[in-house]
């Protein structure tokens, strides 16, 4: 059983800045991919970010040259830092963590809301 727990989001204004952190229990956290999706008000869920065990990065074009996702195994904990914030990334942040040997888990939500 793997949990998640997110943190770090709240309001800010257009162009402002965010981090989010989610802190994952167990010990397998540094073989695992890692993921932040977000999911906004009628759309369905939707991948920004993603990490793997090795260290290789992916990110949607939405958040290409403005989100940087990075994992710190020795505390079990992956940020997604967002930078130039636009209204458009209004929406619920999750993470999400996937081992094929588990499956995968995700957090409860985080809540970033950008006013223009």
């Known amino acids: 059983q793997v949990q998640l727990v997110e943190s770090g989001g709240g309001l800010v204004q257009a162009g402002g800045s965010l981090r989010l952190s989610c802190a994952a229990s167990g010990s397998i956290f540094s073989i695992s991919t890692l993921g932040w999706y977000r999911q906004a008000p009628g759309k369905q869920r939707e991948v920004v970010a993603s990490i793997t065990s090795g260290g290789n990065t992916d990110y949607a074009d939405s958040a290409k040259g403005r989100f940087t996702i990075s994992r710190d195994n020795a505390k079990n904990t992956v940020y997604l830092q967002m930078n130039s914030l636009k209204p458009e990334d209004t929406a619920v942040y999750y993470c999400?963590?996937?081992?094929?040997?588990?499956?995968?888990?995700w957090g409860q939500g985080t809540q970033v809301t950008v006013s223009s």
């Open positions: 999400r963590f996937f081992l094929s040997l588990v499956g995968e888990y």
